[in-house]
């Protein structure tokens, strides 16, 4: 009798997110195709060493978070070397585009095996490093509240909301009870989830504000190329995409898309508008997707050139099994036989008859003896 009603909730949420998803999708192909005029004088207009300095942020913006996590890895219990946990992390974050926030804890989890890693552990660690990421980029977002708040006085409505999202950053015991009454409403007690060291817990909160930092100063720096004033480019910029990204990674949206642009532009469009912000959002999702690739290829290809020279070191340095001997030794040695008038035949045979001539000498002495 339950069946059919959870088949018909599971066709209708897949309907909605579908409906959601497509919406989305056409609003901003709307967007563009309305702006279409003024989008390549945009383009142009921001320059490519603008374009080329933002990009260099949001490729640094990935390491920040690497090394929160591993600090959080650590202080769990689980000691992975440098190598395992870049190459678990930054597979794993390739999953980030897949429906749902879940992914990157669920695929280091299944990760954890390979590396000799408890999965329940590293899972229970992705976890925390995701809520504690997603706090720390609430206090980061505060960062464009006071120009906003200036803008529209309406905005001061996201300051309680804010507020009381920072609150169990700073409470680890209130954040324990929030993910023990999580885990009871997802029926999930088999493994409890506690919260790392609060120094481990403390490094991942610092590191995640510099990734967010780094990732959205290329939002400002895009804004200021388009005519924004330097001041609040840089405070919007960087608390606007932060709360752009924390709440499109709270959506069901892959990779937070349409979420991100919705919010993004309501916080951007208190400096530009038009065309310029069109340009802003277009840009700011093509370079961060962009710059993600950038540092996961490049910590994948270093990590496997490093096995591959490892391998060849290792092969290098182990000895062969059965060294074969030196051909200029037997053709030294051949030369000193010649020179003393023997041949190698000859001192081969000689050596025969030696042996044989000896082998029946203690055979005769063995038969007198007895």
Known sequence: MTRGPRKNRRRMLHFVRTTLYTGIVVFLCWQVWRMRDGLYGGISSVGWKAVGCATVFTVLANFPGFFGWRA??????????????????????????????????VTQ?????????????????GLVSQILTMLSGVTVGLLALPSLVAADARWWLLLPVLLSAGVPMFAPRLLERLIGLGQRVLRSQDHRI?????????????????????????????????????????????????LSAVAGALSLA??????????????????????????????????????????????LGCLMGKRALQRRRDERETPPDAPPEAPEAAVALEADLRRHGERPEETESAGASRLTHTSSTKGSGTCASS
Request: glycine share 14%.
């Open 109 to 125: 989890a299944a990760l954890a095996r390979k590396v000799g890693a408890p999965p329940s552990t590293l899972m229970a660690t």
């Open 72 to 105: 959080l890895a650590s202080g769990s219990g689980v000691r992975l070397g440098f190598s395992d946990a870049a190459w678990i992390f930054f597979v794993s974050g390739v999953t980030r585009y897949l429906p749902g926030a879940i992914w990157p804890t």
């Open 194 to 242: 506690a919260l790392p060291p609060r120094r481990a817990s403390a490094a991942m909160i610092a590191l995640s504000g510099l990734g967010w930092c780094c990732s959205g100063l290329h939002a400002a720096i895009l804004a200021i190329a388009l005519g924004a004033h330097p001041l609040a480019a840089m405070t919007l910029g960087v608390g606007g995409f932060t």
């Open 254 to 299: 892959p990779g937070g898309i349409g979420v991100r642009e919705a919010v993004l532009g309501l916080t951007l469009g208190v400096l530009i508008s038009g065309p310029s912000l069109v340009t802003l959002l277009l840009l700011s999702r093509i370079l961060t997707v962009l710059g993600h690739a950038v540092a996961t290829l490049g910590v």
